[in-house]
């Protein structure tokens, strides 16, 4: 059962041809068998799991479970789950359990799915290939000595390696979309604001959003159904109808015009990865869609402007790390400055403390203007460049990371390196834009992502393009060696 | 764009974070990487262009002036690192 879709394992639920609780166990005894090397999990929630599936069971029985009743599902570790450890992927927030849950964690709970456990991610979100986490790296389930991307790390892999059947993430500049490209998953980020961000812990609060990650577009949409939403308790969150996303999937592509901005098929990208993102391209055309060169000019500057924005957000966002209210605290503070600097810097990793200097040094006196009121006027461009762009097509289409998964410890001494593998990624984060990858190949064995990148809130549209593509093709159903 | 050792310490200490002194020159030299990479936004002149803060350009939303929180202290309470008699404990601030 475990090979099956989300979509396939809720029709058997609903059919009464296999129960929440055997489901539950089944998927209970994957993770801590076949996915343990993985390090995918940074707490499992078994009893709690298997509690919530006998409800399950009984609302089944009564006839009355929807499309995700009963299905068992992982909360990436950044949604505050009450009475079950929420850590961010921090030793900050080893200690600490949520006194509430985040809207996503309460919305599927009210849509039936059964929570798994929390999986692994980089620090607080920070990071590209899940090596930030202070639980350890996650493996790809593809090769283990390669990373799973980040930071949505250890849901990607929990997904691949069929642990559940399906995930939660959050992208502030590819963290859904780059993993689920790396791990040969179906992964998407919503539009700013479609998706509530409350009781999600902040990393960079305008451009974080959550979204699913999960084997098939037709299993992203059942979930984007729960997940997505107007919440008075998220000031941006946007109040805006919900569609049935599941609804639009098999529309026809003819006349679809789809954009390939030419500074997307760079010399950075790996020649492999290029060939596999054209050829699904040809598919695409195939299906009637019709392709336009566009251009987003200021593309090459996305990530050098989100290395501004994010840290700022971050470096005030994380000012509430205190040691005072909850989380770590050190050993014998002196006074309170000691109270609060040793706090920091004993409870933060590296990674999360160079992102906390860089906002402070670019928003502290005589440096706002150069860095964070310029990067701002740089986000308004490059948002731009999309707007020209989405006059002329419906979706732009091209890689999501420039090479398939590199190998743990590659990229972990230089962090320019490593940021750039969310080139493809991060743009969309600054303008607000949903984007999508989906799996459209292997490069020696390890799996390569197309990103498919939509105007605001056209959500439903990207899951459609997606959905036919995987119906033509079966790059989504492949299972990594080991995990069948 | 290249930070010095005093630098680092001055940022740091803005950001409330103890930083090893061992680590210092490592901080120093990833910093000011990151702050020369960054500088490539100065190739684009942006001169007129309004700066964007928010995806949508939506501008916050009001809500009514109602009380919709109740008191959890207690339950707050229970996951911080020192507490006594409902205070939040904290090295003395004042002689």
Same mark, same amino acid.
């Given at each position: 059962?475990?090979?099956?879709?989300?979509?396939?394992?809720?029709?058997?639920?609903?059919?009464?041809?296999?129960? /929440?609780?055997?489901?539950?166990?089944?998927?209970?005894?994957?993770?801590?068998?076949?996915?343990?090397?993985?390090?995918?999990?940074?707490?499992?929630?078994?009893?709690?799991?298997?509690?919530?599936?006998?409800?399950?069971?009984?609302?089944?029985?009564?006839?009355?479970?929807?499309?995700?009743?009963?299905?068992?599902?992982?909360?990436?570790? @950044?949604?505050?789950?009450?009475?079950?450890?929420?850590?961010?992927?921090?030793?900050?927030?080893?200690?600490?359990?949520?006194?509430?849950?985040?809207?996503?964690?309460?919305?599927?709970?009210?849509?039936?799915?059964?929570?798994?456990?929390?999986?692994?991610?980089?620090?607080?979100?920070?990071?590209?290939?899940?090596?930030?986490?202070?639980?350890?790296?996650?493996?790809?389930?593809?090769?283990?000595?390669?990373? +799973?991307?980040?930071?949505?790390?250890?849901?990607?892999?929990?997904?691949?390696?069929?642990?559940?059947?399906?995930?939660?993430?959050?992208?502030?500049?590819?963290?859904?979309?780059?993993?689920?490209?790396?791990?040969?998953?179906?992964?998407?980020?919503?539009?700013?604001?479609?998706?509530?961000?409350?009781?999600?812990?902040?990393?960079?609060?305008?451009?974080?959003?959550? !979204? +699913?990650?999960?084997?098939?577009?037709?299993?992203?949409?059942?979930?984007?159904?729960?997940?997505?939403?107007?919440?008075? %308790?998220?000031?941006?969150?946007?109040?805006?109808?919900?569609?049935?996303?599941? #609804?639009?999937?098999?529309?026809?592509?003819?006349?679809?015009?789809?954009?390939?901005?030419?500074?997307?098929?760079?010399? !950075?990208?790996?020649?492999?990865?290029?060939?596999?993102?054209?050829?699904?391209?040809?598919?695409?055309?195939?299906?009637?869609?019709?392709?336009?060169?566009?251009?987003?000019?200021? /593309?090459?500057? #996305?990530?050098?402007?989100?290395?501004?924005?994010?840290?700022?957000?971050?470096?005030?966002?994380?000012? %509430?790390?205190?040691?005072?209210?909850?989380?770590?605290?050190?050993?014998?503070?002196?006074?309170?400055?000691?109270?609060?600097?040793?706090?920091?810097?004993?409870?933060?990793?590296?990674?999360?403390?160079?992102?906390?200097?860089?906002?402070?040094?670019?928003?502290?006196?005589?440096?706002?203007?150069?860095?964070?009121?310029?990067?701002?006027?740089?986000?308004?461009?490059?948002?731009?460049?999309?707007?020209?762009?989405?006059?002329?097509?419906?979706?732009?289409?091209?890689?999501?990371?420039?090479?398939?998964?590199?190998? @743990?410890?590659?990229?972990?001494?230089?962090?320019?390196?490593?940021?750039?593998?969310?080139?493809?990624?991060?743009?969309?984060?600054?303008?607000?834009?949903?984007?999508?990858? @989906?799996?459209?190949?292997?490069?020696?064995?390890?799996?390569?992502?197309?990103?498919?990148?939509?105007?605001?809130?056209?959500?439903?549209?990207?899951?459609?393009?997606?959905?036919?593509?995987?119906?033509?093709?079966?790059?989504?159903?492949?299972?990594?060696?080991?995990?069948? | 764009?290249?930070?010095?050792?005093?630098?680092?310490?001055?940022?740091?200490?803005?950001?409330?974070?103890?930083?090893?002194?061992?680590?210092?020159?490592?901080?120093?030299?990833?910093?000011?990487?990151?702050?020369?990479?960054?500088?490539?936004?100065?190739?684009?002149?942006?001169?007129?262009?309004?700066?964007? &803060?928010?995806?949508?350009? &939506?501008?916050?939303?009001?809500?009514?002036?109602?009380?919709?929180?109740?008191?959890?202290?207690?339950?707050?309470? &229970?996951?911080?690192?020192?507490?006594? &008699?409902?205070?939040?404990?904290?090295?003395?601030?004042?002689?």
């Amino acid at each position: 059962m475990h090979r099956q879709s989300l979509a396939e394992q809720s029709r058997a639920l609903r059919a009464r041809e296999i129960s /929440s609780v055997e489901l539950t166990e089944l998927h209970l005894a994957r993770i801590a068998g076949v996915g343990a090397p993985l390090n995918a999990f940074v707490t499992v929630a078994a009893e709690r799991a298997l509690a919530d599936a006998r409800q399950a069971d009984e609302a089944l029985a009564a006839g009355c479970g929807g499309a995700l009743t009963g299905v068992p599902i992982v909360h990436k570790d @950044i949604f505050c789950t009450e009475g079950v450890r929420t850590s961010c992927g921090s030793r900050m927030l080893d200690n600490f359990i949520a006194p509430y849950d985040a809207t996503v964690v309460a919305r599927l709970k009210q849509a039936g799915a059964i929570m798994l456990g929390k999986t692994n991610m980089d620090e607080f979100a920070m990071g590209s290939s899940n090596e930030t986490s202070w639980y350890g790296p996650v493996r790809n389930p593809w090769a283990a000595d390669a990373v +799973p991307g980040g930071s949505s790390g250890g849901s990607a892999a929990a997904v691949a390696a069929r642990l559940c059947a399906g995930a939660t993430g959050t992208d502030t500049g590819g963290s859904i979309r780059q993993p689920a490209a790396l791990c040969g998953i179906t992964g998407l980020k919503p539009t700013y604001g479609r998706v509530s961000r409350y009781g999600m812990i902040a990393f960079a609060s305008s451009l974080d959003q959550a !979204g +699913p990650m999960t084997r098939s577009a037709e299993d992203a949409a059942l979930m984007l159904n729960a997940m997505a939403g107007f919440d008075p %308790r998220d000031s941006t969150s946007v109040d805006e109808p919900v569609p049935d996303y599941a #609804a639009g999937l098999n529309a026809d592509l003819t006349g679809l015009r789809i954009g390939l901005p030419r500074e997307y098929f760079d010399p !950075g990208l790996s020649p492999e990865v290029a060939a596999l993102v054209e050829k699904a391209i040809d598919e695409l055309r195939t299906l009637g869609a019709e392709t336009v060169e566009i251009s987003l000019a200021n /593309s090459a500057l #996305a990530v050098p402007t989100y290395y501004v924005v994010a840290p700022a957000e971050c470096s005030s966002n994380l000012s %509430r790390y205190d040691g005072v209210r909850f989380g770590y605290r050190c050993e014998e503070p002196r006074d309170l400055e000691d109270l609060y600097k040793r706090s920091r810097g004993e409870g933060f990793g590296a990674e999360v403390k160079r992102r906390i200097m860089i906002g402070t040094y670019a928003l502290s006196a005589g440096y706002y203007d150069a860095y964070y009121l310029k990067a701002q006027r740089m986000r308004r461009l490059i948002s731009d460049d999309f707007r020209q762009a989405f006059e002329r097509v419906d979706i732009i289409a091209g890689p999501t990371p420039p090479t398939a998964a590199f190998g @743990i410890g590659e990229k972990a001494d230089d962090p320019i390196t490593m940021y750039l593998s969310d080139i493809y990624t991060i743009a969309a984060n600054l303008a607000g834009l949903p984007g999508l990858s @989906i799996p459209c190949g292997l490069v020696e064995d390890k799996p390569a992502g197309l990103q498919l990148i939509g105007n605001y809130f056209t959500e439903g549209r990207l899951l459609n393009v997606a959905h036919r593509y995987q119906q033509v093709s079966d790059w989504h159903t492949r299972t990594p060696p080991g995990f069948e | 764009m290249s930070l010095s050792r005093s630098d680092v310490e001055g940022i740091a200490h803005l950001a409330r974070l103890a930083i090893d002194e061992a680590d210092i020159p490592v901080y120093a030299g990833h910093l000011s990487d990151i702050l020369e990479f960054v500088a490539r936004m100065n190739e684009v002149d942006t001169e007129g262009v309004s700066p964007m &803060a928010h995806p949508l350009d &939506a501008s916050q939303r009001l809500r009514p002036d109602e009380v919709t929180e109740h008191d959890q202290r207690e339950h707050f309470q &229970a996951i911080a690192p020192a507490v006594e &008699a409902g205070l939040y404990l904290v090295p003395k601030v004042i002689e």
